[in-house]
T-cell receptor
Framework: SQQGEEDPQALSIQEGENATMNCSYK?????LQWYRQNSGRGLVHLIL?????REKHSGRLRVTLDTSKKSSSLLITASRAADTASYFC?????????????FGAGTQVVVTP | NAGVTQTPKFQVLKTGQSMTLQCAQD?????MYWYRQDPGMGLRLIYY???????DKGEVPNGYNVSRLNKREFSLRLESAAPSQTSVYFC???????????FGSGTRLTVV
């Protein structure tokens, strides 16, 4: 069974709008990561938030983590057509340096000009 | 460019055939992983290698074997391919202290 579940499954917005997607998970985690996947390509790491952190920013990305609700959100501000991709949350339940990620099914985001 | 290289990019197999998917990284990463991606299911971990000389099963290891040939290379073998193994396979690596995984571009495998 999957550890992470993203919501919504698909999101369609216009350029300049914000895109928000959520991730819920089932068990305690060490950290949670977000990845982007462009069509037909591999995943690219976006941001990592540790279990003792509540919010993190990277450029136009803002990630929040609520461990009491076992949920995270990814906000992309001022979206661009190039942000069109699938976004996956991944949870790491280990404290080992090598990690072992479990991925959700992803949110497909389409940004139209 | 530095990164994770997977070969082949596409492959069609007949049921019962065998093949090996190759993965190599040139970032001196300790840990390497094989995932499969199926529509609507995200990525599922098949096998991983925390460090050179070690391999462990992931969530869906049945029907697969792996070899960590050296620090750079981690191969995935299908001994007797089945249609249920039709998927996109991704190799990834992670260095000690690195924040996230680095993924290859994937191998699209179809078993007919």
């Amino acid at each position: 069974s999957q550890q992470g579940e993203e919501d919504p499954q698909a999101l369609s917005i216009q350029e300049g709008e914000n895109a928000t997607m959520n991730c819920s998970y089932k068990t305690s985690i060490n950290n949670l990561q977000w990845y982007r996947q462009n069509s037909g390509r591999g995943l690219v790491h976006l941001i990592l938030i540790r279990s003792n952190e509540r919010e993190k920013h990277s450029g136009r990305l803002r990630v929040t983590l609520d461990t009491s609700k076992k949920s995270s959100s990814l906000l992309i501000t001022a979206s661009r057509a190039a942000d069109t991709a699938s976004y996956f949350c991944a949870t790491d339940m280990t404290t080992d340096s090598w990690g072992k990620l479990q991925f959700g099914a992803g949110t497909q985001v389409v940004v139209t000009p | 460019n530095a990164g994770v290289t997977q070969t082949p990019k596409f492959q069609v197999l007949k049921t019962g055939q065998s093949m090996t998917l190759q993965c190599a990284q040139d970032m001196n990463h300790n840990s390497m992983y094989w995932y499969r991606q199926d529509p609507g299911m995200g990525l599922r971990l098949i096998y991983y290698s925390a460090s050179e000389g070690t391999t462990d099963k992931g969530e869906v290891p049945n029907g697969y074997n792996v070899s960590r040939l050296n620090k750079r290379e981690f191969s995935l073998r299908l001994e007797s391919a089945a249609p249920s193994q039709t998927s996109v396979y991704f190799c990834a690596s992670k260095g000690q202290g690195a924040v996230g995984y680095t993924f290859g571009s994937g191998t699209r495998l179809t078993v007919v």
